[in-house]
Structure formats: structure tokens, C-alpha cells
């Protein structure tokens, strides 16, 4: 009976335009979030699970209310399933994440002893800063070992207890061999075993995070010069070692300005007209993340408020680290690979200055 009156709520009152719906239990749990372009559709194609195990089916049978929400265009729903699913974390929304998992991110972790670490996707840490998202979390992980290398970063587990040689000696120091060949081999400062002051280590660190965000190259210098004195020393396999290791820090560092210059890059007005049914909207999209969005304005007044608002998003020049908060990624994997399924969309954007991508590009 209940899923006959659902039936019959959707039958009579939904309409095929864009939009999102959930599904929530008798004792109130959203369990399902979903989008369509047609929702009308969409909601049907539920009451037509033909299996009882269907995904479709088992929340159904779950579920004792159903509401919609219309939106005016296919991006706005996108967007609102995203961020109701953050949210509500429904637990049938089990691909919540799907596109970023695909995707490697260098995690910048927390803690006493900062280091870098490959992750896939952002996981549930919307507090965390990453850099991302990359292709071949391998061959990214080979260069980062590089980087710590020649900084004397650590790189073991997070969890791994520091002293430094400046903390207080409130606690035992360990051993100053820690059991880890890195700091044996010159490769770590070693932060574990009180070896380093903390300014020096996270000097350091800054110098990695500088050289990844494009500010300086001083890692390359000392493998620079290794590399020369090898070849002048006529130790020419050893300097085809520095080279190689000195090629993938600068191709390192050449992902992460492509990073830096696609985030850059989607930070536009994105117009959606409207239609007989539905009013355009303007959002207002700055490094991948919409920061705002209204109604395409009709007036004056409206228009004065839009530019200005674009102004204050879109006008603020920061040296801009391709870093992105772990609460931003699945937002920005959205917008991106909007744009991407939909080449001609990116004829509706505009930037501050520039009417068009398209006459940009002209
Ligand atoms: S020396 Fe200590 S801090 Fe450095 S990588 Fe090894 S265990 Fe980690």
C-alpha cells in the first residue's frame, strides 16, 4: 500500500525536468539520494524493478516517503545530489567517491612531522589539504620518494612517533637509531630520533611544498651539482643516475603546475539559459568549486548585483598552490568532468575580463 501511494504521488505530480529525490526510511533516515534529468522518468523506472534484489527494488521496499525537488537544469541537479549526499551520507549512495577513487591525490598529512602521501581519492577527510587529482599513483609515489630524498623528509607511517631535538625532554628519547635505513643512509633528517630541530625539518618541508607549487627549484640544485661533478669525475653512471633522479622531480613538478593551471582554469560565470519551464541561472565557479549561483538576471539592479558578486570571487589574484581541501575535491571532480562530458558548454562561460571561452580561443 505504501508503495502503491508513492506510485500514485508520482504519477500524479512529478514532471520530467531536471531534479533530485530521496528516499527515507519509517524512522526517518535518508537512505538514498538521487538525480535525473528527467525525474519523472527516473521515479517510475523504480516501481518497474523487476528483480526483488534490483538496487532499485531493495530501497523501495525501504523506503516510506519519497520527495523531489525540481531543478532548472541538469547541472544544478548534479550539483544539489552532490552535496546532499556529503551531507546526509544516504547508505545506499555507495558510489559517493566513485570518481575520485579513480583518481591519486597527494595528501599532505597533519601532525608534528609533516610528509606527503599518495592517496586514492579523498577518502572520508574533508579536513585534509591535497594536491590532485593525478594519474598513475606509482609513478607519482617514485617521485615524491625523490623529493624526500633529497630533503631528508620522512616517509614512514603516519603514525610514527617524533622527537625532536628541540622538544621537550618530557619523554624518554628513543634510541638514535631508529631502525630505518633512511636516516642510516642520509635520506632522513630523522625527526623520530631527535636528530633534527623542528624549524629545520619543517623548513624543510616548506621548501618541498614551495618547490611542488612552482615557487623555486632548490631540491634540483644539489642533484644538479652531483650530476656534474660525477661527469667531470668521468663517473658517468652515476651521473646518469642524477639525471634521471633530477628528470622526474621536473616532471613532478611539471604535473603539478598542469594541476595548478586546470584548477586556474575553471574559474568562470557559467550561464545556463533558462526555458519555457525553467528560469537560466549564473554560477559563479572559482578553481573548480561553484561559489555562487542565482537566477540570470532581468534587471539592472540584478545585473549590477551578479557583476559584483563575480568581481568579489573572481577578481582576488592569490598566488594560488594547486592544494584543494579534502571537502572540495568531489565539487571540483564534478565540475571538471561536467565540462569535459560537455565540450560545448564551456561556450557559455565567461570569465572576468573575456566575453568567451570561444572567442578567446578564436
Ligand atoms: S628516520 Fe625516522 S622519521 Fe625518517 S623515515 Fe625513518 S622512521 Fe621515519
Known sequence: MRIDNMLALVKDTARDVPGVYRMTS???????????????????????????????ARILREAATLEWEALPNEFAALLRELRLIKQLRPRYNVSMKRDARYHAFV???????????????????????????FRGALQLEEALRELNDVLGLRDCRLDQPMYY????????????????????????????IAAVREEEYLARFRAAREFLEGAHESPLLPLRAQMEASSDALDFERAAVMRDKIRRLEALREQFGRIRFALESLSFVYTVPGSSEEEGRSYIVRR????????????A????????????????????????PGHEVDEILLVAAWFRKHPQELERTHSLDVPTKKSRTA
Open 288 to 299: 573548480g568549486r561553484v561559489r555562487d549561483e542565482r537566477p540570470v538576471p532581468r534587471t
Open 165 to 192: 631535538a628541540d622538544q621537550p625532554d618530557l619523554l624518554p628519547l628513543p634510541t638514535r637509531t631508529p631502525g630505518c635505513i633512511r636516516h642510516e643512509i642520509g635520506k632522513c633528517l630523522g625527526p623520530c
Open 107 to 133: 595528501r599532505v598529512s597533519k601532525g608534528a612531522a609533516p610528509r606527503f602521501h599518495v592517496v586514492r581519492g579523498a577518502g572520508t577527510d574533508e579536513t585534509g589539504l591535497y594536491y590532485g587529482p
Open 26 to 56: 519509517a524512522d526517518g533516515e535518508v537512505i538514498y539520494v538521487g538525480k535525473s534529468k528527467q525525474l519523472r522518468t527516473r521515479l517510475l523506472s523504480y516501481f518497474r524493478a523487476r528483480f526483488p534484489r534490483d538496487k532499485g
Open 301 to 324: 539592479a540584478e545585473r549590477r548585483a551578479l557583476d559584483a558578486a563575480v568581481h568579489d570571487i573572481l577578481a582576488p589574484v592569490e598566488r594560488a598552490p594547486a592544494v584543494v
